[in-house]
């Protein structure tokens, strides 16, 4: 772990590498929308908008999850090459052989996490990521949780997360490098944890660093049947697990690389 757990929350220390155009209300840390890159060809806006309404018509049925998809320009965190592609429901390249998650699966799991029962009593509250990838997800989700913690294994993706979200200034999101098959202790107890690889057994620092009431949303590869997501609830009388619809995620590795 070579990052403590404030870092780098002071994205304000820098100068955002787009202006400001309009702040938008978020349950957690403030995004401001920031202007179009020109040259795109994208009405960002109303694209986003009909994902939104593909996501809800899919079933996602979260006013807070679909709000948040809705503010997270997700074109902004991949290629250039690819950002006529940010709106479909797909996942794509982000480099170093990674993905970014299709949409319909981040949403997925943020409702997820917003159905743990601690969450549904008080909001979500401190949320570990494990996989930060291009930090899209990071992004959704500190519109979604009061903190969130993400830790990302490889150094060249941390550090594109980094410059990605610097124009955003989440001052509730932490970006960690590090090896996240041990959870980020120093951020614990988690009201939620969410990993975005899956490997063929959970490690078992996540459940204990799972708060109770808080809630686990991972793949995992069982055997013989494919990856699958499972959700693991920490209620007052032990673990309680559920196993949902099959999915496909980048492997969980160990190490920083
Ligand atoms: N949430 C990301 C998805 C990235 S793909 C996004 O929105 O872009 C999953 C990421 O998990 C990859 O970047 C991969 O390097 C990372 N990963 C795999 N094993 C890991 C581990 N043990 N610790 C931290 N990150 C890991």
Not at 14 to 41: D, H, I, N, Q
Not at 66 to 82: I, N, S
Request: glycine share 12%; net charge positive.
């Amino acid at each position: 772990m070579q990052r403590r757990p404030g870092f780098p929350a002071q994205w304000s220390a820098k100068a955002p590498a787009v202006e400001p155009r309009r702040s938008t209300p978020a349950a957690g840390g403030a995004l401001p929308a920031v202007s179009s890159p020109t040259g795109v060809g994208l009405d960002s806006a109303a694209v986003r908008g009909r994902m939104v309404q593909r996501l809800a018509s899919a079933g996602i049925a979260s006013a807070a999850v679909l709000q948040a998809m809705g503010t997270v320009e997700r074109h902004r965190f991949v290629d250039t090459a690819l950002v006529n592609q940010a709106y479909e429901d797909t996942s794509l390249p982000i480099g170093l052989g990674q993905t970014i998650s299709k949409p319909s699966i981040v949403a997925r799991m943020c409702e997820l996490l917003l159905q743990a029962e601690g969450a549904r009593q008080g909001g979500l509250g401190r949320v570990l990521e494990i996989g930060t990838g291009c930090g899209y997800q990071a992004a959704v989700l500190s519109q979604l949780a009061r903190e969130v913690y993400t830790i990302e294994r490889l150094r060249g993706l941390h550090e594109k997360a980094r410059d990605n979200l610097r124009p955003f200034r989440l001052a509730n999101v932490h970006l960690m490098l590090g090896d996240g098959m041990l959870g980020y202790p120093r951020g614990a107890p988690y009201a939620g944890i969410i990993a975005a690889a899956g490997g063929d057994a959970l490690p078992a620092a996540w459940c204990d660093q799972l708060a109770v009431g808080g809630r686990l949303v991972a793949p995992l590869a069982l055997s013989g049947a494919g990856q699958v997501l499972l959700v693991i609830d920490k209620t007052p009388h032990g673990l309680k697990q559920s196993v949902l619809e099959p999915v496909h995620f980048v492997p969980l590795k160990s190490g920083i690389a």
